[in-house]
């Protein structure tokens, strides 16, 4: 069964940075594009930032040169590195793989940012 657990997460103040990890199980992970999302309070659940398994990256507009998604294909792991917080980038960030057809998602790391 895909697993996948994101830890990372913290209170911070805006200016600051973050890495958020999500460490995968239960799959093939190089073969795999990881994706990472953000749910905001009260609103929809929306892309962030995927890394195919080559490595090519891909960024909502909105954390384009503040965001950097990374893999570790050894460890299994992807990570989110977030520099220049902004309040608006508070949300639960969830760590995503489509396998199988279907959607796995992890529980979630929440970012709170202050200004």
């Known amino acids: 069964q895909v697993r996948l657990v994101e830890s990372g997460g913290a209170s911070v103040q805006s200016g600051g940075s973050l890495r958020l990890s999500c460490a995968a199980s239960g799959m093939n992970f190089k073969l795999f594009t990881m994706n990472w999302y953000r749910q905001a309070p009260g609103k929809e659940r929306v892309f962030v930032a995927s890394?195919?398994?080559?490595?090519?990256?891909d960024y909502a507009d909105s954390v384009k040169n503040r965001f950097t998604i990374s893999r570790d294909n050894v460890w299994r792991k992807t990570y989110l590195q977030i520099t220049n917080l902004r309040p608006e980038d508070t949300a639960v960030y969830y760590c995503?793989?489509?396998?199988?057809?279907?959607?796995?998602w992890g529980q979630g790391t929440q970012v709170t940012v202050s200004s």
């Open positions: 890394i195919k398994q080559g490595g090519e990256t």
């Open positions: 995503n793989v489509v396998y199988s057809g279907r959607n796995f």
